[in-house]
């Protein structure tokens, strides 16, 4: 067994986006954990602060999207497919300040699971779903967002 | 005249962003142009990056919910007034990945005016503007946003 097999797939995810990713070492984000079916990012308040001393919404909106693109990444890894996953279009509400650290959960909205997903990819190297992410703070949800994800064979890329 | 006078508006809301939102420091933003009705920011490419060597999804969120909301600020701090604005909710269309420096633009959706927005704000001490960003790459719209922005009588902060 190789070095890569060993390690698990939320570490997987966190080393990928953190080294692919700048803006993400700067959010000192962590893949906190992976159940399968759903994905739970965190990331300190320190960094993602405003000017008003709570979390950024630019933080917020990057920590949403992030944690549906990585549940989607790792839906479709666990089948070895490697495509390339795009966000397509996101509506985001932001219902009150978070003034402590962050903690971002993703899942499937109401309608096609992620392995109906991962199974039209196989079948026809073209999927899209719609996720759901949201941000609790202190007993109520802070920021929510549905998200519209495309997952495509990967492509060569030429500036 | 004291020193704050001497910088332009433009100028006084990069340094401001700079200094209370880390995130920013990490985009590399600065402040392009404000016209009265419409704001410009940019971003180098390189700190603002995803996995496939476009612009990350989270930095466009990120860079059009600032230009929006500077937009809001140098119009209401032009009538010397200094509300906490805040972001409520936002929708964003994807359409074309973004392979070079961000320039981002901002201006009032059809509609309520930011002249309207601002007498609202005189009256009540409470203003909603729906505000309208796009970033454009290659001759076409990369991605655009609509978002509304409440401005409200600023308050102490207790954590």
Redesign the interface.
């Known amino acids: 067994m190789n070095r890569i097999a060993d390690i698990s797939p939320g570490q997987f995810l966190e080393e ?2 953190l080294r ?4 993400t070492r ?2 000192q984000l962590r893949v906190q954990e992976f159940t399968g079916v759903g994905l739970e990012l965190r990331a300190p308040l ?9 979390a ?4 917020m ?3 949403m ?2 944690a549906c ?1 990585g549940l989607a990444r790792l839906a479709l890894r666990e089948r070895d497919f490697e495509p ?1 996953i ?9 219902l009150a300040p978070v ?2 650290d962050l903690a971002v959960r993703a899942l499937a909205a109401p309608g096609p699971t992620l392995a109906d997903f991962v199974d039209m990819y196989a079948q026809r190297g073209k999927a899209r779903i719609t996720l759901l992410a949201s941000i609790d703070w202190d007993g109520q949800t802070a920021a929510r967002m549905h998200a519209r994800f495309v997952a495509k064979r990967r492509q060569e ?1 030429t ?1």
């Open positions: 990928e986006l692919t990713i700048p803006l700067a959010m320190l960094p993602n602060v405003n000017d008003k001393g709570c950024f919404g630019g933080s909106a990057s920590l999207t992030l693109w390339d795009y966000v397509q279009d996101s509506q985001i509400e932001y003034w402590g890329y500036e």
